[in-house]
């Protein structure tokens, strides 16, 4: 069985492994992420990024009780772990677990898992969306979050690569030594912990990426694909160049693409064919250059209110609260 497929696209040849290969660029494995994980080198990964399985009972998934779910995940974590760097970080990114109606926010359950196995907790990312389902029962939900955690106190943290603009780049000190100087940073302002749609992009206060919806460029057939954009984000600030990054549930390949983009070395295993064929794809057209993407930092297009969808129908005029 080989291992490698050479792919040619219109600029580079490039080969896809579908085994562990040291120094390889990819590796996408079809398969158990449980299994694979084992044929991996310890300590040799740099940033393990994913969005596991929230056990809500999507396609690929076998609905289990919240304790057998988490039992399972906690195998797979402890493995990661040991193939993680000391320097190497770990980004969960979650949402909820529902049942009969009650919601179980999965980040909350694994932050004990991870606190367990001695990790450390840098940040809890807010990625907020503006769209989704409209709930009858409870608030929308229009968030999830990322666990961001370190392996050890000597972790890899770029600031400088992700800053965004500062709101008021020209706000100078107005007591002190440094009275009259320029009080921000001319690469701009750290992005925070809150990843918003913007209202106005760069300048606003939040950032948010679009949820993975039908009218993205980005969008497969996956039901629960995130934004290049997002893992971009992750990459840049706890990576460098050649460096190791691995999802364990890679779905469709976003992480591979994302890494690829950043001159990465990318590790993807995911269990349903479907998917493992898209990502080939995808990865194909990116080395095709024909890939479409949000560009880091496009502005989120925002209703100008002269559409006719963004105005109140005549219909609705006359209803009161
Ligand atoms: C939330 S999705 C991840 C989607 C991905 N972030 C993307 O952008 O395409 C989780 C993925 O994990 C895969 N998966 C679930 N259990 C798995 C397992 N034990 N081994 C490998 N993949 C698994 C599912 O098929 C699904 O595609």
């Known amino acids: 069985m080989t291992t490698e497929k050479k792919m040619t696209s219109n600029s580079e040849t490039y080969s896809i492994y579908t085994e562990y290969a040291k120094d390889e660029k990819i590796i996408l494995h079809h398969g158990d992420s449980l299994m694979f ?47 993680l ?14 049942s009969n ?11 004990d898992i991870f606190k367990r196995i001695g990790m450390k907790l840098r940040n809890r990312i807010v990625w907020h969306f503006g769209h989704g389902l409209h709930c009858k029962n409870r608030f929308s939900g229009r968030y999830e979050t990322i666990l961001w955690f370190t392996k050890s106190d000597n ?30 940073n001319p690469l701009g302002k750290n992005p925070s912990d809150v990843w918003k749609i913007l209202e106005d992009d760069w300048m606003a206060a939040f950032w948010e990426f679009p949820n993975v919806k039908s009218n993205h460029p980005e ?20 990576t ?34 479907e998917y493992i064929k898209i990502a080939r794809q995808r990865i194909r057209q990116f080395f095709d250059g024909d890939l ?30």
């Open 219 to 238: 969008k497969t057939i996956h039901p629960c694909q995130f934004p290049i954009e997002l893992v971009e984000r992750c990459i840049l600030a706890l």
């Open 292 to 321: 479409k993407f949000r560009p880091l930092g496009k502005k989120v297009y925002q209703p100008t209110g002269r559409e006719q969808v963004s105005k109140v129908p005549p219909e609705w005029k006359d209803y009161k609260k």
């Open 37 to 83: 994980l084992k044929t991996l080198p310890d300590v040799s990964i740099n940033l393990i990024v994913t969005s596991p399985p929230y056990n809500i009972g999507k396609d690929y998934e076998e609905k289990a009780t919240l304790e057998v779910y988490l039992k399972n995940q906690e195998n797979i974590i402890k493995l990661l772990y040991s193939k």
């Open 240 to 273: 460098n160049k050649g460096d190791y990054i691995l999802d364990p549930f890679c779905g469709v390949g976003t992480t591979l693409i994302a890494g690829l983009k950043h001159s990465r070395k990318v590790i993807g295993v995911e269990k349903e064919v």
């Open 85 to 98: 760097k000391s320097e190497g970080s770990i980004c969960w990114e979650v949402g909820n677990y529902i």
């Open 155 to 184: 972790y890899v943290f770029n600031l400088d690569s992700i800053r965004v603009p500062a709101k008021y780049p020209g706000k100078r000190a107005y007591k002190g030594p440094n009275k009259g100087k320029l009080s921000g």
């Open 101 to 111: 109606g009650e919601i179980y926010p999965l980040d909350i359950y694994f932050y």
